[in-house]
């Protein structure tokens, strides 16, 4: 078959090859060319030689070529997709490898539920971080150490939780998350808050905190899910890739790469149309 092909080939380049060449050019020089290859070699090879000295640049011969640049470009490719390669494209830019495969409408599914991915955990991560800030606001407004201290000697005698050893959760001496969580989940803590009372053991601004920082957590918990499932579709995005590229292969029967090049070359002092072929096996 590909033998067949490449005899066709030949006889097409030998008929433009015959016709006016550099019509682009659209000079009379090109034309001039055009005539000349219908005359004998001799007188063709002379006058070529007359006009690459004119105009070393368009035409070959004046020794800074070796090939005659009347057509240069491929006239068959069949190309082999690499799996690895498909692979490692989605794994990187999700999409990537299904587009690299032929895949067109995959990879536009896969990028565009990465991009809705990464969106929602950019929108969830800021909202979370913004009611994270909220919370701890109304902590350090709402919330003494002072007054905690104070209850911790009038119960216990005690400056310090620490020194209490009926206690298993002892306050941080930095404003950490540990801090922010411990004011408000563990009711030792409670009588902390500005508006404890302690007859009916009540704090409506812990209530309040606690689903302030209840909200922001599951903002913050959304983002996280959703940077999961980003990464799941790289993975599933490079799996199906590969698989992409293994079908487009075998659709094609593509196991190698085949080129063919059509150029005109000099060959001991002579202008000849010639073919290149390349055949390249995986």
Excluded at 26 to 36: K, L, P, Q, R, V
Excluded at 39 to 57: C, F, I, M, S, W
Aim: charged share 25%; net charge negative; with cysteine.
């Amino acid at each position: 078959m590909h033998r067949i092909s490449i005899l066709l080939i030949m006889m097409v380049m030998l008929c433009l090859v015959s016709t006016t060449v550099f019509s682009a050019q659209g000079n009379d020089e090109s034309e001039e060319i055009g005539d000349f290859l219908q005359t004998d070699q001799g007188a063709y090879l002379e006058k070529l030689d007359r006009l690459t000295e004119t105009d070393p640049v368009m035409y070959a011969g004046s020794g800074e070529f070796n090939d005659f640049p009347m057509f240069d470009g491929d006239i068959y490719s069949s190309e082999h997709r690499s799996v690895g390669k498909a692979f490692l494209y989605s794994i990187a830019v999700p999409g990537l490898g299904e587009y690299y495969s032929g895949s067109k409408l995959k990879a536009g599914i896969f990028f565009a539920f990465d991009m809705l991915s990464w969106t929602q955990y950019l929108t969830k991560h800021s909202s979370g971080t913004k009611k994270e800030d909220e919370f701890e606001d109304y902590a350090d407004n709402h919330w003494s150490p002072t007054e905690y201290t104070i209850w911790l000697i009038d119960t216990w005698g005690k400056e310090s939780d620490a020194d209490v050893a009926d206690f298993t959760h002892h306050l941080p001496d930095q404003k950490t998350q540990q801090y922010y969580e411990m004011i408000g989940k563990w009711a030792q803590f409670k009588h902390g808050w500005d508006d404890y009372d302690p007859v009916r053991d009540t704090s409506f601004n812990r209530v309040s905190y606690l689903s302030m920082r209840e909200d922001a957590n599951s903002k913050l918990e959304s983002a996280r899910t959703w940077a999961m499932v980003s990464l799941a579709n790289h993975v599933l995005s490079a799996f199906d890739a590969a698989l992409s590229a293994k079908r487009f292969n075998k659709k094609r029967d593509v196991f190698s790469d085949v080129n063919v090049k059509a150029r005109m070359a000099r060959r001991d002092g002579e202008q000849i149309p010639e073919l290149v072929l390349t055949y390249k096996f995986y």
